[in-house]
């Protein structure tokens, strides 16, 4: 139901690195009013946790299926997690 809280981290497959696909997903998350991070994976993908209002969390989920424009995004794995109460979102 929208306005619960959840968590839900991705992991995004494709040519999602050197696309500013971390930043970008920053941009997009605080536009939210989300909490959680995104960091660059060693084997090319992108990891993300968001945390907040869950109809902001899957419109994340929603935006890492295509991300920026410059990004090819093949798969996107998705899992809840259980909330922490965080704040403020970084690029890690």
């Known amino acids: ?6 968590r ?6 494709g040519h999602v690195q050197g696309v500013n696909f971390r ?3 920053r941009r997009e ?5 989300l909490a959680g991070w995104v960091t ?7 990891d993300a946790v968001f945390e ?7 419109r994340l989920v929603d935006w890492c299926r295509s991300g920026p424009r410059s990004a ?3 798969d ?12 403020g979102f970084e690029v890690r």
């Open 1 to 6: 139901m929208a306005g619960d809280v959840v």
């Open 8 to 13: 839900r981290r991705v992991v995004v497959h």
């Open 23 to 25: 930043e970008e997903a």
């Open 29 to 33: 998350a605080e536009g939210e009013g």
């Open 40 to 46: 660059n994976r060693d084997d090319g993908g992108v």
């Open 52 to 58: 907040g209002d869950s109809g902001s969390v899957e």
């Open 72 to 74: 090819d995004v093949d």
């Open 76 to 87: 996107v794995e998705e899992s809840e997690e259980e909330p922490r109460s965080e704040s």
